[in-house]
């Protein structure tokens, strides 16, 4: 099995994993969270900003992989307050359409830094 790793500097530069894995043909991409292409994070406190700016970077690392939103068909969406949800729901409606994306949406303690709000991963069918 070949494992094409996707990179762009659109995003900002992962640690010790790929942002994105062309295996045959699915695309992996890793949970993107709100931050820009040098780290910063986008919109603290601001689900839906955040929420907005994981999907940038989603959109980011499939153009990378000649790919677009038609071509996704899972998301995962991990948030830290459930109770925000509508606002994670509003923004999505920006980037995907229907058949919209399998999709699963859990509450978490906490991401990988307490100012993340909301992380979303996808696979896409190329």
């Not at 045959?24 to 907005?52: I, P, W, Y």
């Not at 409606?93 to 303690?109: A, L, M, R």
């Amino acid at each position: 099995m070949k494992k094409i790793q996707i990179k762009t500097t659109a995003v900002a530069p992962p640690g010790l994993y790929s942002h994105a894995l062309k295996v045959g043909n699915l695309l992996f991409l890793a949970g993107q969270v709100g931050q820009d292409a040098e780290g910063n994070l986008v919109g603290e406190g601001d689900m839906a900003a955040q929420t907005r700016q994981a999907l940038k970077n989603i959109t980011a690392l499939l153009e990378a992989a000649g790919a677009t939103w038609d071509n996704v068909v899972k998301l995962n969406n991990f948030v830290t307050d459930m109770s925000q949800l509508s606002a994670v729901t509003r923004v999505r409606k920006e980037f995907i359409k229907e058949p919209y994306p399998v999709s699963t949406i859990v509450e978490v303690k906490s991401l990988a830094r307490p100012e993340f709000l909301v992380e979303i991963e996808a696979i896409a069918a190329l």
